[in-house]
């Protein structure tokens, strides 16, 4: 008997090859995609009120997004060689081609918009500090120092395409990484063409409640009124998408359930065992249903301020959980049956290995550490402002 | 240290023909050059398993790990025992990968066979289509090989394999596999767990040779291929296998 092991494995699957580093991998993607298009209803879709988490959710977006390679990074046996995927991919790889998806939404979309989007204060900026400071927004400004009122119509016409662009990209780079994992044939528990959708509503879902969950803390720290209209607008988009993501991920198990093909007795006993904690208890019944009952109730009947933001914050706080839940349902839930179909094997995290837990806590914590540099060299606060013409 | 100039001309220039070439055959699977005779596109290779050869002695598994150099715990090749009971799961095992072979079994009401296992070399290779930098590929003779100077070490295909058959190297942190004994077979030679194999259940095949034994094992046996529903191609032919089997 092999400690952890139920019946049979290949032997070389006891081993589980991708960690908690990759379940964070789709995780922090999926905040960047939701993020960003929480801040596309408001400049595409003219939903006027979310303004004031417009910005907010662009530097969320960043920040997640420069940190989303990091856990593929440390978790490759040879990360000198990652260069490689984008000098010499292979293009039949899905892997490969999420290389140049992401540099597409990095490059392309999101720091051109935030660029285009801070310009005129960055400029402002360049002009009025000094020292350091103001070598930095100098470099920022890259050489652009025109914000006469015709310059900044043509930023903002530039910027409202490059948001256009940005939605179907923020589509494609969640749904990207559903593929990833939908595209594996070999393994039934992800491969299902309805992958990169779910991964892409539940991307939506999870960026919206960060930047709600952000918006109400960080209006807490600057001691200022949260905009209830705004709060209540983003609550009844999380609601809508949540909607949607939950009908999908449950016609998938509907699908599977009522299929029961080969694969069905062994994946339905890993959730009633292994997974049934993570699965049933956090992503289902506390990352799902719960904060669902919340945004429904408040779709239904009126409650007082006070009350709305706390079932909204514990909405958005269990919805976060239950979609990290999700991701490791899906990376972790994958490796723990064996393809036989014969077996089972436990994954056991480590702490403060290169892939354990230490890693993953510090490369979750390090997004907010970026935020936090993002929003105090590009002040993303609002109040009262509207969008110029 | 010291250096002789001869000494830095002669490793620039293989640094040099390395970066403008690209890694040869011989230097990712570690090979001798082979011999002057081989040529690449005259030959295809799989392998025939005859089930009711296959005895568990394990003699293929310690004969792959010797000739591979395979670390300890992980395997180019394993058996597993199938024991099937009338309407129940069957009960797999392959302890150590049958490294040491099995215990006998005494039960006298069970279906029981053993299963040699090892890469199927695929012609339409999934782990081949993952690979995000080309690293694992399909030779010209039909091998499916990893570049170890170029692989990641993402694993991506290690998941993508049906078989099970991919593990990391624990020292080198590159993914690593049966190699069809390339360094054995580009010299005319059978693989290790082929040689080693004390009843023949493991033929080693060249589909392109037209007098290869194998044109009249696929003509007049039952064969069938592992998990066929994977469209793999696999090369890799089983005689006698039992619909149980995964």
């Known amino acids: ?389 | 240290m010291d250096i002789s100039r001869r000494d830095l001309f002669k490793v620039g220039g293989k640094l040099l023909m390395l970066a403008s070439v690209g890694a040869t055959l011989e230097q990712i699977t570690g090979a001798e050059p082979a011999s002057d005779a081989y040529n690449m596109a005259d030959h295809w290779w799989g392998m025939i398993i005859d089930i009711d050869a296959c005895i568990g002695c394990g003699n293929c598994v310690r004969a792959c790990s010797s000739e591979n150099g395979v670390p300890k715990g992980y395997f180019r090749t394993w058996v597993e025992r199938y024991q099937i009971e009338e309407g129940k799961q069957p009960r797999v095992e392959s302890p150590d990968g049958a490294m040491e072979g099995f215990t006998p079994s005494t039960r006298e009401d069970v279906k029981s066979f053993f299963v040699p296992k090892l890469c199927n070399h695929c012609a339409d290779s999934p782990c081949v289509q993952v690979c995000p930098v080309g690293a694992t590929f399909v030779s010209p003779d039909g091998v499916v090989l990893v570049d170890e100077t170029y692989c990641l070490g993402c694993r991506y295909c290690v998941q993508a394999c049906p078989y099970g058959c991919r593990y990391l190297h624990p020292q080198k942190q590159t993914v690593d596999k049966c190699t069809l004994c390339y360094h054995r077979i580009t010299r005319g030679l059978t693989t290790a767990c082929c040689e080693n194999c004390p009843t023949g259940a493991r033929l080693l095949v060249d589909f392109k040779n037209p007098k290869d034994p194998v044109h009249e094992i696929l003509r007049s046996n039952k064969v069938e291929v592992l998990k066929p529903y994977m469209a793999t191609q696999a090369k890799v032919y089983y005689k006698n296998l039992d619909g149980a089997v995964r």
């Open chain 1, 1 to 389: 008997m092999i400690p952890g092991v139920d019946g049979f494995m290949y032997p070389n699957e006891v081993e589980l090859q991708w960690s908690v580093l990759i379940v964070l991998y789709p995780y922090i993607t999926g905040l960047v995609a939701g993020a960003f298009i929480l801040a596309s209803l408001e400049r595409v879709f003219k939903v006027d009120a979310v303004r004031p988490t417009y910005r907010l959710a662009l530097l969320t977006a960043l920040a997640f997004l420069l940190v989303a390679p990091l856990p593929l990074q440390l978790h490759l046996g040879h990360p000198e060689r990652s260069l490689e995927m984008y000098l010499t991919p292979h293009t039949s790889s899905a892997m490969a081609m999420f290389g140049f998806v992401y540099l597409w939404y990095l490059t392309v979309v999101l720091l051109l918009e935030i660029w285009l989007e801070y310009r005129a204060e960055i400029v402002g900026l360049a002009q009025t500090t000094t020292g350091i400071t103001r070598f930095i927004y100098r470099a920022l400004t890259l050489g652009s120092y025109d914000v006469s009122p015709e310059a900044r119509r043509i930023d903002d016409k530039v910027g409202y395409a490059v948001t256009v662009i940005g939605i179907p990209s923020a589509f494609l780079l969640h749904g990207y990484v559903g593929f990833i994992f939908g595209s594996v044939k070999a393994n039934p528990w992800w491969s299902t063409p309805l992958m990169p959708i779910v991964f892409l509503f539940s991307a939506m879902v999870s960026g919206i409640a960060a930047v709600m969950v952000l918006y109400v803390v960080s209006s807490k720290l600057r001691k200022v009124a949260i905009d209830m209209r705004c709060l209540d607008t983003i609550a009844r988009y999380l609601f809508y998408t949540f909607v949607i993501d939950f009908t999908l991920e449950m016609l998938d198990l509907v699908h599977r359930t009522y299929e029961a093909d080969e694969s069905f007795r062994s994946l339905d006993f890993m959730v009633h065992t292994r997974l049934w904690f993570s699965q049933v208890i956090l992503q289902i019944i506390l990352g799902t249903l719960i904060p669902l009952a919340l945004l429904a109730a408040n779709q239904l009947w009126r409650f007082t301020e006070g009350r709305r933001k706390a079932m909204y914050m514990t909405a958005g706080g269990l919805t976060l959980i239950g979609i990290f839940a999700m991701r490791w349902n899906v990376v972790i839930g994958g490796q723990l049956f064996s393809k036989s179909f014969l077996g089972y094997t436990t994954y056991k995290m480590e702490m403060v290995t290169r892939e354990g837990l230490l890693p993953a806590i510090a490369l979750m914590v390090l997004p907010f550490v970026i935020f936090l540099v993002l929003i105090k060299l590009l002040p993303p606060w609002q109040e009262g402002k509207a969008r110029q013409a």
